[in-house]
T-cell receptor, first 113, second 112 residues
Framework: KNQVEQSPQSLIILEGKNCTLQ??????????LRWYKQDTGRGPVSLTI?????NTKSNGRYTATLDADTKQSSLHITASQLSDSASYIC????????????FGDGTTLTVKP | DVKVTQSSRYLVKRTGEKVFLECVQD?????MFWYRQDPGLGLRLIYF???????EKGDIPEGYSVSREKKERFSLILESASTNQTSMYLC???????????FGSGTRLTVV
């Protein structure tokens, strides 16, 4: 069964600090991995999308890494801001499974002043 | 940027009512999706559509139906609303399998 597991479930950090969120998956055959940010009460917004051949992708202060061999991804947030407080969702898609991506449960990040 | 618009942010309906949730996207995407999001359960796929008048069941289609008469509009229908359908409903569109989903802002539905 295709699964995506994210850790930690929740995280509290101080403003200005860095943090790393983890995503492990068992989706096969792998097509791509996406990270989304979801503010409370809003829809998710795309941060990055990575394919098999990509192992790092950045979007401002967000850097995603992918190790397709170990089936792990991480999202690193640098110099956190209060506006980074949100849920971060990892989504993995398999080749040939039209429309059926597997979503992780998300990591809730709280940035405190 | 692609915009996905959901008709209502908040909705309160009574048990047994027929409920329509509307979603419109403005970038000619082939694929559209309806998810529900509940605490601790993540996003779960209800239905998706990859073309006009085409639909496929997701993981939790029971109690729901969909309609896609025009490419830009994908409607989710709760035939007879029940309290266990109280949830956040998210619509999304997707240009190709290798691109990113664009989500609407969500509809918080409460069934009383």
């Amino acid at each position: 069964k295709n699964q995506v597991e994210q850790s930690p479930q929740s995280l509290i950090i101080l403003e200005g600090k860095n943090c790393t969120l983890q995503c492990n998956y068992t989706v096969s055959p792998f097509s791509n991995l996406r990270w989304y940010k979801q503010d409370t009460g809003r829809g998710p917004v795309s941060l990055t999308i990575m394919t098999f051949s990509e192992n790092t992708k950045s979007n401002g202060r967000y850097t995603a890494t992918l190790d397709a061999d170990t089936k792990q991804s991480s999202l690193h947030i640098t110099a956190s801001q209060l506006s980074d407080s949100a849920s971060y969702i990892c989504v993995v898609s398999a080749s040939g499974r039209r429309g059926k991506s597997t979503f992780g449960d998300g990591t809730t990040l709280t940035v405190k002043p | 940027d692609v915009k996905v618009t959901q008709s209502s942010r908040y909705l309160v309906k009574r048990t047994g009512e027929k409920v329509f949730l509307e979603c419109v996207q403005d970038m000619d995407h082939e694929n559209m999706f309806w998810y529900r999001q509940d605490p601790g359960l993540g996003l779960r796929l209800i239905y998706f559509s990859y073309d006009v008048k085409m639909k496929e069941k997701g993981d939790i289609p029971e109690g729901y139906s969909v309609s896609r008469e025009k490419k830009e509009r994908f409607s989710l229908i709760l035939e007879s609303a029940s309290t266990n359908q109280t949830s956040m409903y998210l619509c999304a569109s997707l240009r190709t399998e290798g691109s990113s989903y664009t989500f609407g802002s969500g509809t918080r539905l409460t069934v009383v």
